[in-house]
């Protein structure tokens, strides 16, 4: 229930995001070639923003839910923390974004033309399917980074989580040098694992015994 509802929130802030960016667009003039670049900035700015202001607001509903779960339990403690909603609400998130990413792709895939004719990358296909599975990857990681900045009132953590999510979908304005989004976003994809990791209690210690099949 909690991903769905991730999922549909989510679902509102594209739907509102899109609603803004096709307003603009048909307010303008479609032979102002630069205009139109601005205007397609802008979009995917807003639209991040937007799904970040979603992501807060999703977590003060499950903030209210765990309060209400608190009062009717009977040793005053929630059958679920606030950590593992982070972690099923990033999951949520990351997976409806991915599946528009890959409806767009196949969408694409459909034609008419064929990718590379003019001599640009034929790597498209694949690269967009190495990108989306950043991008859910991110979004979980994001969601856990988000909610324990919420929950200390770390300010600074959310807008880390803001900054790497601008700085991921700027990225894809390097496209068709796709070196130029991959490498960027796998590096930020890194660095928020082994963050989230370390909030939700991890250590070295612990990937070690991972790594060597210990108890």
């Not at 324990?148 to 807008?159: D, F, K, M, P, V």
């Not at 803001?162 to 390097?174: D, E, N, P, Q």
Request: proline share 3%.
């Amino acid at each position: 229930l909690c991903l769905s509802c991730r999922a549909f929130f989510w679902l509102v802030s594209l739907l509102l995001s899109s609603l803004i960016w096709f307003i603009a667009v048909k307010a303008s003039d479609p032979n102002d070639e630069p205009l139109q670049k601005g205007l397609l900035i802008f979009g995917v700015m807003f639209s991040v923003l937007l799904q970040e202001a979603f992501r807060f607001l999703y977590y003060k509903l499950l903030r209210k839910a765990i309060e209400g779960l608190v009062a009717l339990s009977e040793d005053g403690c929630s059958p679920i923390s606030i950590q593992q909603m982070a972690y099923v609400a990033g999951v949520g998130f990351g997976l409806m974004s991915g599946a528009f990413s890959m409806i767009n792709l196949l969408a694409d895939a459909l034609g008419p033309g064929t990718v590379g004719i003019y001599g640009d990358s034929q790597l498209y296909f694949l690269t967009s399917a190495f990108m989306t599975m950043v991008l859910i990857f991110l979004h979980t990681f994001w969601g856990i980074l988000f909610f324990h900045g919420c929950e200390n009132r770390r300010w600074w953590e959310i807008a880390a989580v803001v900054v790497m999510h601008l700085a991921v979908s700027a990225s894809s304005f390097c496209n068709p040098v796709y070196v130029g989004s991959l490498v960027p976003s796998y590096v930020l994809m890194a660095v928020a694992a082994t963050w989230a990791y370390l909030l939700s209690g991890g250590s070295a210690q612990n990937v070690r015994r991972f790594l060597l099949c210990k108890s």
